[in-house]
């Protein structure tokens, strides 16, 4: 395959994964929690306690910013604060049993738009296809 077409492909392949992942959270609860709310509840979820100015660094914003979120899901329930393991001046949070709720409640939403468009949109040889090009897509991904 000649260079121009890799960068083609490259190219078509990000845009294609950029809708398809806005269609995700377009896909979760509406109202429920903002796309900076879910990225850092996820965050949290996948990484482990963080404090505000980790939050900020991870998800490329401000820490002014990242209060202002992290104080909206303390607020809700979703969020807890404890004291940082080494650091007293510190502040760490982490996921509350309501978080986890909120979460999984995401994750099964997109889950449920992605298998219902799979299974509605998709002939039994496109899902095959759709299978060796996931798995393809995983070994795209450093290890």
């Not at 190219?11 to 709310?37: D, H, I, K, N």
């Not at 994750?107 to 759709?130: D, G, M, P, S, Y």
């Amino acid at each position: 395959m000649p260079e121009k077409d890799h960068e083609r492909l490259a190219t078509e392949l990000s845009a294609t994964v950029s809708l398809l992942m806005r269609q995700l959270r377009a896909a979760s609860p509406q109202g429920e929690l903002t796309a900076t709310q879910r990225a850092v509840i996820g965050r949290i979820d996948t990484g482990g306690e963080a404090t505000i100015a980790a939050l900020a660094r991870a998800e490329l914003v401000r820490p002014q910013s990242m209060r202002l979120t992290v104080g909206a899901l303390e607020e809700r329930g979703i969020l807890v604060r404890s004291p940082h393991p080494t650091d007293g001046r510190q502040v760490v949070f982490s996921l509350t049993e309501e978080g986890r709720r909120m979460l999984a409640l995401v994750r099964q939403a997109k889950h449920n738009w992605l298998a219902v468009a799979i299974a509605e949109r998709l002939t039994a040889e496109e899902r095959r296809t759709l299978a060796a090009a996931t798995e393809l897509m995983r070994r795209l991904m450093p290890e």
